[in-house]
């Protein structure tokens, strides 16, 4: 049975996220785990830090969590883990957040740009064919990883990619930091690929109070040795380095948010769920949004559709108090620290999406009637 929304009146102000009425549910809970920290004094790598990794597994099935401090750190660790860097090809959607293209350069490798599946606004698996045929036909790089993008909250199609990845001995590391709590097949993120990156930032699906971030794993080894990454390479005393490393740590704070509201995160995505099943509803067949397959639940982290005249479109919902933001209106390869990166031929579905898209308020504190309103209101300025 679908989730009951809140009862907010349609009326009621309309917030994009709302972190605020997320907090009051958790608040004296919250207070009893600061006032535990305060004691204990272990402000890094204390007993939340375990905790929170446990819970992660217990969660999604991962065999090993390992937290650390932002989602970016999340995909730099792992490339670092795999020893690529340079002359090594990293390929990534080229419609995603920066931070995917930034990590691949951190860590001294090549990111080569794959265009989208317009459906999904996911990473088009025959691009992706293309790409690695391109780099493999020339002498500078070797094609090593491939980093999918589960946009808005929804899987890539990591079956698919798998298959690729297992025909050119590519690794995947799942850039999952919009899309915790999405399921395919019946798995929950974090197990779909052998790594995965997720993001604890404030308004992800499970965000911490701060900056914060995991890196999920089939294999315990590969947990071991992200540890090891997160204290600079050190060994069990954590004082020589037998590696190279960085300070990736996530505190005891954030790692004790992100466990407490994992307790509250089932009861969140099915509200989630309720809510995008009435955009859904109301909006199929009046605007393209996002496809998910029969095998995909979205974790809805946001809520996206495409619309003609966006600014237009925008300023007439902002009127009607509905609150709106675009994921993203720069494809990566137009963005002057990428550009060099650019294909030749650019990227025509990352180009089309970043002019087209626009993400509708999506939080679990939505009443049924404020998603209504947003409907209207969206509705209402398509047709004006
Ligand atoms: C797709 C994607 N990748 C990576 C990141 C980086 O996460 P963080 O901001 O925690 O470093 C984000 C965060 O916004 C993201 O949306």
């Not at 990736?248 to 407490?260: F, K, L, M, N, Y």
């Not at 859904?280 to 393209?288: F, P």
């Not at 550009?339 to 308020?361: D, T, Y």
Request: hydrophobic fraction near 40%.
């Amino acid at each position: 049975m679908a989730a009951a929304l809140n009862a907010l009146p349609g009326d009621a102000p309309i917030q994009f996220f709302d972190l605020k009425a997320q907090q009051a549910s958790i608040r004296p809970a919250l207070e009893q785990r600061w006032l535990t920290i305060l004691d204990h004094g272990r402000y890094i790598g204390g007993p939340e830090v375990d905790e929170c990794e446990q819970k992660l597994c217990e969660f999604t099935g991962a065999a090993d969590a390992v937290a650390v401090g932002s989602g970016t750190q999340a995909l730099v660790m792992p490339l670092i883990a795999l020893g690529y860097g340079h002359g090594d090809a990293v390929f990534i959607p080229g419609f995603t957040y920066n931070a995917t293209a930034n990590a691949v350069l951190l860590a001294g490798a090549t990111p080569v740009l794959v265009d989208i599946d317009p459906n999904t606004f996911n990473m088009d698996v025959e691009d992706l064919e293309r790409k690695i045929q391109r780099v493999k036909g020339t002498r500078n790089l070797r094609a090593r990883a491939v980093i999918p993008v589960d946009l808005y909250g929804l899987a890539a199609d990591y079956k698919a990619i798998q298959e690729v990845a297992d025909a050119h001995g590519l690794v995947i590391v799942g850039d999952g930091a919009q899309a915790f709590g999405a399921k395919q097949d019946g798995k929950w993120l974090g197990t779909l690929a052998e790594i995965t990156a997720t993001s604890f930032y404030p308004t992800k699906t499970l965000g911490g109070y701060g900056d914060g971030g995991a890196i999920l794993v089939r294999d315990k080894e590969m947990g071991d040795l992200l540890r090891s990454i997160r204290w600079h390479g050190t060994g069990d005393n954590r004082k020589e380095s037998i590696r190279v490393g960085i300070n990736g740590r996530c505190d005891s704070i954030q790692c004790a948010v992100v466990a407490e509201k994992l307790g509250i995160f089932e009861g969140e995505r099915q509200r989630r769920i309720t809510a995008a099943s009435i955009y859904n509803q109301r909006l199929e067949g009046k605007v393209e949004g996002q496809t998910a397959s029969q095998a995909d639940e979205h974790a809805y982290g946001l809520y996206t559709v495409r619309v003609p005249d966006r600014d237009a479109i925008r300023a007439k919902l902002q009127d009607a108090g509905v609150p709106t933001a675009i994921y993203y209106d720069t494809p990566i390869h137009q963005m002057p620290a990428f550009e060099q990166f650019a294909p030749a031929r650019g990227l025509p579905e990352c180009e089309k999406a970043s002019r087209e898209v626009l993400s509708l308020p999506m939080h679990p504190y939505l009443s049924e009637d404020q998603v209504h309103r947003v409907c209207d209101a969206l509705l209402g300025a398509l047709q004006r």
